[in-house]
């Protein structure tokens, strides 16, 4: 009952920017935690960032410095704004978020189709 739909992706050169979104739409109570992975051709998929309901965030260490994860609880939506990329940040980005499904604070995993980044060198 649930849809993370994620967009923002595309190409870019080296050094530039990109900010994915994510909203999340359907039935559900809330969403606590929310988060990007990526997975690169041939590569398995891995955590980019991630973001508590409170706001706390985590990064990989290939992110550091370079990428900020944001929310607006209101609107359901999560942001990845990536600056100084890197032909290595090329990958497919996922959304991922934990939907709380009733009062009782029972969970779902549920993730978005994923949007392409590439960067060219």
């Known amino acids: 009952q649930v849809r993370l739909v994620e967009s923002g992706g595309g190409l870019v050169q080296a050094g530039g920017s990109l900010r994915l979104s994510c909203a999340a739409s359907?039935?559900?109570?809330?969403?606590?935690?929310m988060g990007w992975y990526r997975q690169a051709p041939g590569k398995q998929r891995e955590l980019v960032a991630t973001?508590?309901?409170?706001?706390?965030?985590n990064y990989a260490d290939s992110v550091k410095g370079r990428v900020t994860i944001s929310r607006d609880n209101a609107k359901n939506t999560v942001f990845l704004q990536m600056n100084s990329l890197k032909p290595e940040d090329t990958a497919v980005y996922y959304c991922?978020?934990?939907?709380?499904?009733?009062?009782?604070?029972?969970?779902?995993?549920?993730w978005g189709q994923g949007t392409l980044v590439t960067v060219s060198s």
């Open positions: 359907g039935s559900f109570f809330s969403i606590n935690a």
């Open positions: 991922n978020a934990a939907i709380v499904i009733d009062i009782s604070a029972r969970y779902l995993e549920a």
């Open positions: 973001i508590t309901s409170g706001g706390s965030t």
